[in-house]
Structures are given as structure tokens and as C-alpha cells.
């Protein structure tokens, strides 16, 4: 397995060139998972929106529907019974809720929230770190990954993070101040950081190379093991060229002598903290060719 070897060195914060990012999910605009991914993105100097679905909406896929009035509260109840179809952070217009499916909200995203805050369409979409791994078939159901894709689809580079659920659970923000030494939390912070760094690497790639940050319709599916087991320092991390599905008769990219990718699955399993990056197609949710992956390459 060969790691994103340059990815750490390759981190740096933008503050002077500041990306405009769409953060999604598919576990809910409340969740301690996205917030600390915000939080991280903009302390490297990103301008972020906040586009997710008001409560938890896994496993929905690509699913998309009209957002309508809240019948129940938000997500951990941080918004009433009744409220509008789409709305905000009362002290935050950039912390946005979607009533309706993942896509919907990176749409939304996109089309509405990033357009009104930040002048114009997003440079890139990042989805998650979501509740629980997307590992092989598991994204073609997932909602985080069917946000991406609806970003890729609507020609915004995208990628679908995803942490392991051993690690990360289904709890509030509120929770990286009142617990902040729980697993939960540190694993939030863990994979927010890292997922900092990979958009950061991935982002300095093309400044230097003055290339797209990735093909149109093209998305990236990463994933994080558990925090456990020495994994809990960012940088013991490795970045891991990986496949969706094993498939032996196809080539892939060169790498380490081999023209096979090792499965994002056995790269998460394995002894150590490696995390796996896949190229996938948006609109077939299927690992792309050998060149296409060449394309992604950031080693």
C-alpha cells in the first residue's frame, strides 16, 4: 500500500487565499462530527458554509425530496417544531439546516447558502466526517457520499469523509465543550483535523500545478479506522491509494510495484492508521479507471 506520502508536508493554511468550502452530511446539522470539521476549516483559514439536513438522515443515498415545514424538531432539538423548510444559526447565518434529504442540502448548498455568503458558487464540497465507515457497497446507500455526488454532478469537486463508529457516535456539538475528553469528541477532532490536512494537500496540489482540483464528476470516498489502538495522534496517519471493490481483472494506477489497488476495506482493517482514499464516479458510485485515479494522485 502506498500512502499520500506528501500530504502532511504539503498542509498549509490558505489565509491569504481562502477557499470556499460547502460542508454537508448525512447525521445532521447538530452533530460534533461536522461542527468540528467547520471549526477546523475555518481555523485554516477556509470560508465555510454549513448546508446539512436538519435531523439525521443515514443511509438515504441519493435520495431528494422539496424541504418542508420542521413536524418535529431539529436535530437535539436545536430548532423548534414548525420551523421553515430551510434556516439558520440564530447568532450564525453560516451554520445552515436542509429539511429534507443529504442531497437536497448540498444542493442547497450550492445553489443558495454559498451564492447568498460567500458571492458565488463553492470551490470544493466536503461531506461528513460521517457517524460510521462507507466502505465498498456501503456508498451506494449512504447519504454523505450521495451528497458528494450531487455536488460532483453539479460540476463542485467533492469528498465524502467518513470515520469509523467505534470511534465517532451520533452526539451533539455540545459535546466538544462538556465532554471533550470522551471518545466521541476526540475522535471528532482526530478525523476533523485530518480531514483539514487532506483538503489542505489536496487544495496546495493544484495551486502548484494549476490543474483542476479534481474531473468533473469524479468524487473522492475517504475513510478513517478506529482512533483506538495508537490512532490517536493525527500524525500517525497514513493516506492510502485504495479501491471501492476488489475487482481482479481490472488495472489500476501503478503503485508499489502493482497495478491493483488494495480494497478501502482492508486498508482501514489494517494493523496500523491507515486511511483510504478512493476515485469513484459520481453518477455510478463505481471506481473509475487507471487514469482517472492517475488524475486524483496526490503522492
Known sequence: MKPFASIFAAAVVFGAQAQNVVLSNDDGWAVAAV????????GNGYQVVLSCPAVDKSGTGSSTATPTTLSTPCEFNTCPVGSPATGHNASDPFLNYVNAFPADAARFGIQNFAPQLLGGVPDI??????VGNNLGNTVQISGTVGAACEAALLGVPSIAFSG????????????????????????????????????????KDVDTNSTPILPRGIVLNVNY?????GCDDPQAYSFVLSRILQNDGATDVSTCGSDHLPTETSVV???????????FNASTKADVDADTQALCWIG
Do not use: E
Not at 464540497?125 to 460521517?130: D, I, R, Y
Open 125 to 130: 464540497l466536503v461531506a461528513g466526517p460521517n
Open 225 to 229: 479506522p478506529s482512533i483506538n489502538n
Open 269 to 279: 482493517n489494517t494493523s496500523g492508521c491507515f486511511a483510504s482514499v478512493s476515485v
Open 164 to 203: 469509523s463508529g467505534s470511534s465517532l457516535s451520533l452526539v451533539s456539538y455540545t459535546t466538544l465543550d462538556t465532554s471533550p475528553t470522551s471518545t466521541a469528541s476526540r475522535a471528532a477532532l482526530i478525523y476533523a483535523s485530518l480531514s483539514t490536512t487532506f483538503v489542505n494537500a489536496l487544495i
Open 35 to 42: 461542527r468540528a470539521f467547520d471549526n477546523a476549516l475555518k
